[in-house]
């Protein structure tokens, strides 16, 4: 059974960091890309795609909103994603998840999903 847990969410002031986690089990981490995607109440179920990166970490892709605040990483050794987040904004209060799958930008590509992780931004 494929699990994924996300941690490192939490409130922030606007213009702070965060560092989110996404640990992986039940799965061979390093055969699958993985992303962040993010959920607001505004949007319903929507939810928009943050950052991705492919197995073997060669290739990263953002979203424009988040492209040069946010970093996505991953140690295929301890089966952990991760997403650093700078300069963040109050627009950047969300639902994190992260997912595994074959890659892409839209959530339909990803087939696992973590249970979520609140980042919230003061202004």
């Known amino acids: 059974q494929v699990q994924l847990v996300e941690s490192g969410g939490g409130l922030v002031q606007a213009g702070g960091s965060l560092r989110l986690s996404c640990a992986a089990s039940g799965l061979t981490f390093s055969s699958y890309a993985m992303a962040w995607f993010r959920q607001t109440p505004r949007k319903g179920k929507e939810r928009d795609f943050v950052a991705g990166i492919s197995w073997n970490p060669v290739s990263t892709y953002y979203s424009d909103s988040v492209k040069g605040r946010f970093t996505i990483s991953r140690d295929n050794a301890e089966n952990t994603v991760y997403l650093q987040m700078s300069g963040l904004r109050p627009e950047d209060t969300a639902v994190y998840y992260c997912?595994?799958?074959?890659?892409?930008?839209?959530?339909?590509?990803?087939?696992?999903w973590g249970q979520g992780t609140q980042v919230t931004v003061s202004s």
């Open positions: 997912a595994a799958g074959p890659g892409g930008l839209s959530p339909v590509e990803y087939d696992d």
